[in-house]
């Protein structure tokens, strides 16, 4: 009956609009758990991959206790992204949909149970770079104490074998029944859970009680906390900052306490983002999975919105996983240098190189030059330490055609190199006016 004076609606209209509701649950889930997260797993694995590579072979000369921490969070990221389209993405681009029976459910019992390990060690190695950055602001002399770099080695082994351990359990959660048979003839392979996993004692004990103080809501609280003590410190150090070092203040060589303060507070930005970034895509599988506690997973399970807000969770993390190399590459100086160095030493690097510079001035060295000798035609400008040698010629005429052989040149290591006392600088400046002068006049002869 349709509607009427009566206020009653047509159950035909209500079926129509909750099968349109559930149709389009179906899409979105299809998107995020299959298109949306295969893109980003891809895209992911590479840039973490390559993010690996620059701290492991570019960056030895920075701060040796964060690469640590950061090589180890992207793998375990890298790891949890992979185990996220075994899971999610390559069953829904198959069949359009996860599955629970067939061939491909052997994998799951490890699958599941390395995602789950994953995700711990994730948060336990986030929540440690966050106690370390909290201590290097905040109380920077425990820091000093714990802060080495052999120390922070083992405890970024002694937490993965930890995450490990406490995810061990899950392995019992599920086990594959290889012969159900719906039908006589049709046995096929059958993903179930065991009798562990239907244990209300071991339920509330390891998936209520310790999953929420070691993995869900309290490593969300802490991190929340610690998170907002080292924004308020920062903002106080960078306020300092500005009061002592003016940005217009010219620095020397003797003194680069401003400068080298700056870089710090640019690092302590960079890992801080790190940080919030996955408390952010951290808080709605916290938030869900603490509703799943109180209204009980069965009633959980059985609602399809539910089940969309599962699978926004899980590509939150995906995301999170999958973009750090952003974080890293507008904030980090050190870092955009060493990707640079990496391209610029291959050849498509190069090619790119020389499309984007078209037509600028290749005769333009900004490696400044320590000495001076001329001889001849030919003027050489040598650096403290050599390493490539570029040729430019100068005129038109062949007779007159002059050679600059320009060698590029590095900081040297010792620190003594960069002390000089005021009669060496006043030195070094009349030998390099007097050799200007004498290029001058060269310059002129040959005119």
């Not at 995810?167 to 859970?193: D, G, M, Q, Y």
């Amino acid at each position: 009956m349709s509607s009427g004076s009566d206020g009653s609606s047509d159950p035909s209209a209500v079926d129509s609009e909750q099968t349109l509701f559930l149709t389009l649950i179906h899409m979105l889930s299809h998107l995020l758990n299959g298109y949306f997260t295969a893109f980003f797993v891809v895209t992911g694995i590479a840039l973490n991959a390559f993010s690996v590579y620059i701290f492991l072979r570019c960056e030895r000369t920075g701060t040796p206790a964060i690469q640590y921490y950061l090589v180890t969070l992207t793998l375990w990221q890298t790891a949890l992204l992979a185990n996220a389209f075994l899971l999610y993405s390559l069953p829904n681009l198959i069949w359009g949909h996860l599955v629970s029976q067939g061939t491909y459910v052997y994998i799951y019992q490890y699958v599941y149970t390395f995602a789950n390990t994953t995700h711990t060690g994730s948060v336990w190695i986030v929540l440690t770079l966050t106690v370390d950055r909290y201590l290097a602001l905040c109380q920077p002399l425990k820091h000093r104490a714990i802060g080495k770099k052999s120390r922070v080695r083992r405890l970024m082994i002694v937490v993965s074998l930890f995450a490990v351990i406490f995810s061990a359990p899950r392995f019992f959660e599920v086990h594959v029944l290889t012969n159900w048979c719906k039908e006589a003839p049709n046995c096929v392979p059958i993903i179930i859970r065991t009798e562990l996993f239907e244990n209300s004692l071991y339920w509330t004990i390891y998936h209520v009680i310790l999953a929420m103080l070691f993995v869900t809501l309290c490593p969300c609280l802490l991190l929340f906390e610690l998170t907002l003590r080292i924004s308020l410190a920062l903002r106080k150090a960078i306020a300092k900052r500005r009061s002592l070092c003016p940005p217009n203040v010219e620095i020397d060589q003797r003194n680069r306490k401003c400068q080298t303060t700056r870089k710090e507070h640019k690092s302590n930005i960079m890992l801080v983002l790190v940080i919030a970034k996955f408390l952010i895509s951290d808080i709605l599988p916290t938030v869900i999975d603490v509703i799943e506690h109180i209204v009980g997973q069965d009633v959980f399970m059985r609602s399809s919105l539910a089940s969309l807000f599962v699978d926004l969770s899980n590509f939150l993390i995906v995301l999170n996983c999958s973009s750090n190399f952003w974080v890293f590459i507008f904030w980090g100086k050190r870092f955009r240098k060493s990707c640079r160095h990496v391209i610029l030493n291959t050849s498509i690097g190069q090619s790119m190189y020389r499309l984007t510079h078209w037509g600028s001035d290749p005769d333009i060295s900004y490696c400044g030059p320590s000495s001076f000798t001329t001889a001849q035609n030919t003027t050489k400008i040598y650096g403290t330490k050599a390493n490539y040698q570029k040729q430019i010629r100068i005129g038109s005429d062949d007779k007159h055609e002059r050679t600059i052989v320009v060698i590029s040149c590095e900081k040297t290591k010792s620190s003594k190199s960069s002390k000089s006392s005021d009669g060496e600088k006043t030195a070094w400046d009349y030998e390099k006016t007097s050799q200007l002068e004498e290029l001058e006049k060269q310059r002129l002869i040959l005119s």
